[in-house]
């Protein structure tokens, strides 16, 4: 896994756990935290995939 995934997937975590927390005190900036968490989730699946792309057809290139 690619080390800006592993960023994304970190941040994306601490969003959601300050989304419960803010929540839990019953402030509506929570609904920020939800959609960092929504953002840095799509950012964290973009670079696996990218990451499992360029593996796979560098393996491709190399057998072939």
């Given at each position: 896994?690619?080390?800006?995934?592993?960023?994304?997937l970190v941040v994306c975590v601490l969003a959601v756990v300050a989304a419960v927390v803010s929540f839990a005190r019953g402030s509506l900036l929570g609904i920020v935290w939800v959609l960092i968490a929504?953002?840095?989730?799509?950012?964290?699946?973009?670079y696996v995939r990218?990451?499992?792309?360029?593996?796979?057809?560098?393996?491709?290139?190399?057998a072939g």
């Open positions: 896994m690619p080390r800006i995934a592993l960023y994304a929504g953002l840095s989730s799509n950012m964290t699946w973009f990218r990451h499992r792309l360029a593996a796979t057809t560098a393996t491709a290139s190399d």
